[in-house]
């Protein structure tokens, strides 16, 4: 393709874009509310998926041991646990171990458990058990619950699958928003299309009658739909990247251990894929439109 073409094409388009311009930015502004509304759905969904991952990294298992249980049955169990596959650290926590820690997370309020010192403390004896995957958790309750002298399991198996049920409902939802926003891009950047060609009906006939291929006729078109999804991207990441950040910098300042995505994923990572589905949804709705004007 020469470069006196490619200069026809990108003049042709321009201009159609700008005699049409009401109807562009309609359309700029629907493939801007598409992708920004799709963006926050993607990055909830990522930082609730980084939130999953983490609570999964630090998934463990409490086995609460009787108070009668023998030195025996105490080294039996914990030889087999230190053997069990999926277990990656075991640890032995005393009852006045529990209550020492149990202080340590009241944080200033320890005076509460003042009454537990000694005879009185309620809390038993366990083993603390670290797991290389969440899936064991099931399988090592199931294998010890009745185990001689284990009094009770606990996990945070319910946990994680709340965490993973919501992460998989954000996932949903906001793929079918995305496609109901990508059809009412397509629709409107289709009718821009059409009005263009449209006002230009008599010219695309007589191309055709003198031999221009379809191509010809249709590269103009094709660069205004790309135009008006390249621009639609870029605005859509600007809005999401300022949102994102004033969020982002109010809950980490809230939050001490928060661990969100930083906001500059925005514009190194979504940004390229903004810009490239702007692109598809431009080019497709160019197309589409287009179909039933180059039949003559």
């Given amino acids: ?25 309609a359309s700029v502004a629907t ?8 963006g926050v759905f993607l990055l909830a969904g990522l930082n609730i998926g980084k939130g999953v991952e983490d609570v999964e990294s630090k998934v463990e298992m409490r086995i609460y041991l009787n108070e009668d249980i023998t030195i025996d049955q105490k080294n039996a169990l914990e030889k087999q646990l230190r053997e069990e596959p999926g277990i ?5 926590e005393t009852k006045e171990q529990a209550l020492e ?3 340590k997370e009241l944080k200033g309020k320890e005076y509460l458990l003042e009454s537990y010192e ?24 199931e294998k010890y619950a009745k185990a001689p002298g284990v009094e009770d399991i606990g996990n945070d198996q319910d946990l994680i699958n709340q965490i993973s049920s919501i992460a998989n409902t954000v996932k949903w939802v906001g793929a079918a928003i995305f496609v109901v926003l990508i059809a009412v891009s397509l629709f409107l950047i289709g009718n821009t299309i059409k009005i263009t060609v449209f006002s230009r009906r008599r010219e695309v006939g007589i191309m055709k009658f003198v031999g221009a291929t379809d191509w010809f006729i249709r590269w103009p078109f094709v660069i205004e739909g790309i135009v008006i999804g390249i621009v639609g991207a870029i605005v859509s990441t600007v809005i999401l990247y300022f949102a994102y ?7 980490t ?13 925005v514009y190194t990572t979504m940004l390229w894929e903004f810009i490239l589905s702007g692109i598809l949804i431009g080019t497709a709705g160019s197309i589409i439109s287009l179909r039933k004007f180059l039949v003559v």
């Fill in 1 to 25: 393709m020469r470069i006196s073409t490619i200069k026809y094409f990108l003049n042709d388009a321009f201009k159609s874009l700008w005699r049409n311009r009401t109807i562009s930015l």
């Fill in 31 to 38: 493939v801007t509310a598409t992708l920004f509304i799709f």
């Fill in 88 to 92: 990656k650290g075991l640890e032995f």
């Fill in 101 to 103: 820690n149990f202080k």
């Fill in 118 to 141: 000694g005879k009185a403390n309620p809390l038993p004896t366990s083993y603390i058990v670290k797991l290389t995957e969440p899936q064991f958790a099931e399988v090592i309750t």
């Fill in 245 to 251: 950040k004033y969020l982002y910098l109010n809950v």
């Fill in 253 to 265: 300042s809230a939050l001490i251990t928060s661990q969100l995505i930083a906001p500059s994923y």
